[in-house]
């Protein structure tokens, strides 16, 4: 058996985003990379599972400096993750590996290092398509599940817009590029945001090298995302299974399971969101005005819905 290896290194201020209290905890995958998850210790009171984040396609553990440390502060162990390509961890020299059931393997490797049995989920977008897959590797890790703008069927609009941009990214002089590219592929999504929200967006994006931004994701990543030029996208597979699976265990009752849907997302249909409630009545659903993919989770829906998702957590 593959012995994993963690280590802690002091709190760290990264992409020079001052952030609350967090260690920098780093393991090794299967395949020999070093990863890295940003690891928020609990307030303390009673005994409760931890909670694992991951982000999108081109995103990073960032994208969570505000609610992880919220959720932490009510007694939660928070891990955010950087996915192989991303933020910290190591780049992949075999571009195909970025995939969904490779990503898994890489939380469950974390999970073991660290002697998490069980946790509650957090997945936006591509990370809730990774929480499926780790619920249907190891059914008992996913203590409950929640997905951020994201489902079983997945838009194509959403796809083509997302597929436009990844691997595709500007060579910009200074922060203020880096917001304007931030809102440039953003806006939409978050039509009510201001200069200093897109400056803000930028630092999650972006990360500070020989003092120049560059966004913070192996271009690669596209290769595994994209069909080679000049041939047509694959049929998207049936995730459905998948979805079965995060929803119900061999446990007398089903798992907590939260969807949380930007109310003018491209990327999950408001169809796929009442097919998912079809077959999944016990799921919660929470919607978020004015905004597309994906939540940020620091909108007052949001919260409220995973504070409520969580009091049924272990």
Known sequence: MRRFLLRRVLPA????????AFSDRFWTSADGLTLH???????????????????????????????APRLAAQGRRVLALDVRGRGQSDWDPQPMRYQ????????????????IARAAFIGTSMGGLITMVVASLRPLAVAAAALND???ELAPEGLARIGGYTGNGPVVAD???????????????????????????????????D????????????????????????????????????????????RPLLTI?????????????????????????????GVGHAPMLDEPEARAAIDAWLKDAP
Request: with cysteine; aromatic share 10%; glycine share 8%.
């Open 37 to 67: 998850a940003r690891d928020y210790p609990p307030a303390s009171g009673p005994a409760v599972v931890p909670v694992i984040c991951l982000h999108g396609l081109t995103r990073n553990a960032r994208d969570f400096e505000d609610l």
């Open 211 to 254: 003092g120049v931004p560059v966004l913070d994701y192996d271009p690669a990543i596209a290769v595994a995302f994209k069909p080679p030029e000049g041939q047509p996208a694959p049929p998207p597979p049936n995730l459905w299974p998948l979805f079965q699976a995060l929803a119900f265990t061999a446990a007398p009752s089903p």
């Open 150 to 152: 994201v489902g079983p």
């Open 261 to 289: 849907r930007g109310a003018i997302s491209d990327l999950l249909a408001p169809e796929t969101l009442d097919k998912m409630r079809l077959a999944a009545p016990h799921m919660a659903v929470a919607e978020v005005a």
């Open 13 to 20: 201020h990264y992409g020079a985003v001052s952030t609350p």
């Open 175 to 209: 922060w203020q590029g880096a917001a304007d590219y931030a809102r440039f592929i953003n806006q939409a999504a978050f039509p009510h945001y201001g200069a200093g929200q897109w400056a803000a967006f930028a630092r999650r994006l972006f990360r500070d090298k």
């Open 100 to 115: 969904p059931a490779v990503y898994a393997g890489d939380v469950l490797a974390l999970m073991d290092a660290a002697g």
